[in-house]
C-alpha cells in the first residue's frame, strides 16, 4: 500500500505523470497517446488514494489542476473516464486543490450527464456522478448551481433502472442523496418525481 513514505520519490512520479497527460489544446490536429494520458492519470488516482491528503502539497507545485479539467474535457471517453475518476479522487483527498476552479469542473462533469451520452459513455457517466457526489460531500452549498441539472439528468436513470448499467443506477441514488443532504431546499422540490424509484435502487 502506498504510503507517506512515497512522498520522497513521489514528486518525480507526478511530473511524468502530468507530461503524460499534457495534451496541447493548439494542436488539436496532432494526434496524441491516449493510452499514456490514461495510464498517467490512473497512476495519479493511484497516488492521490495512498497519499490521501498529503497529494495537495506534491499537486499544487504543479499544473495539474488545468490538465485535469482539460482531460475532463476531452473527447476521447477513456481519457474523459479516468479524468472523472481523479477527479473524485482528488475532490476526496484534497478538495482544497480543486476549489480555484470548482464551479468549471461541477459543470462539466454535470454535462457528461446528459441523457443522449449516458448510455453510449456509461463509465464516463458513472464517474461523472461519483465525481459530483464526493465534490457535494466536501464543497457542500457550492455545488447549488448544478444541483437541478444533475438531479434532472439522475432521475430518469433511477426511473428507468433497467435499462442502465447496476454500477451507474447505485452511484446515481448515492449521489442524489448526497444532493439532497448539502441542498435538501433544492432536491426536496422534485422528490415526488423520482421518490419510489430512488429508495427501490437504494433498498437493492
Not at 490521501?52 to 477513456?78: H, K, P, T
Not at 433502472?161 to 439532497?180: C, D, H, Q, W
Request: net charge negative.
Amino acid at each position: 500500500m502506498v504510503g507517506m513514505s512515497f512522498c520522497l520519490p513521489a514528486p518525480k512520479a507526478i511530473q511524468l505523470s502530468l507530461m503524460g497527460a499534457e495534451v496541447d489544446p493548439l494542436s488539436a490536429a496532432v494526434q496524441y497517446d491516449k493510452e499514456f494520458i490514461v495510464c498517467s492519470l490512473d497512476l495519479l488516482s493511484g497516488l492521490a488514494e495512498g497519499l490521501g491528503s498529503g497529494i495537495e502539497s506534491l499537486a499544487a507545485q504543479s499544473n495539474l489542476r488545468d490538465l485535469l479539467l482539460q482531460c475532463c474535457m476531452d473527447d476521447a471517453s477513456d481519457v474523459c473516464q479516468s479524468a472523472l475518476a481523479l477527479l473524485g479522487d482528488l475532490a476526496r483527498a484534497c478538495p482544497v486543490y480543486l476549489h480555484p476552479r470548482l464551479s468549471e469542473f461541477l459543470n462539466v462533469a454535470a454535462r457528461r450527464l446528459n441523457p443522449p451520452e449516458v448510455k453510449e459513455t456509461f463509465s464516463v457517466a458513472n464517474n461523472a456522478c461519483w465525481a459530483i457526489g464526493e465534490l457535494a460531500v466536501k464543497a457542500h452549498k457550492e455545488v447549488s448551481p448544478i444541483v437541478m441539472t444533475v438531479v434532472s439528468c439522475l432521475a430518469p436513470i433511477l426511473q428507468q433502472a433497467e435499462g442502465f448499467n447496476k454500477s451507474l443506477v447505485e452511484n446515481s441514488a448515492i449521489t442524489l442523496g448526497r444532493l439532497a443532504w448539502v441542498c435538501p431546499e433544492i432536491v426536496a422540490l422534485h422528490m415526488e418525481h423520482f421518490m419510489q424509484s430512488w429508495c427501490t435502487a437504494l433498498s437493492t
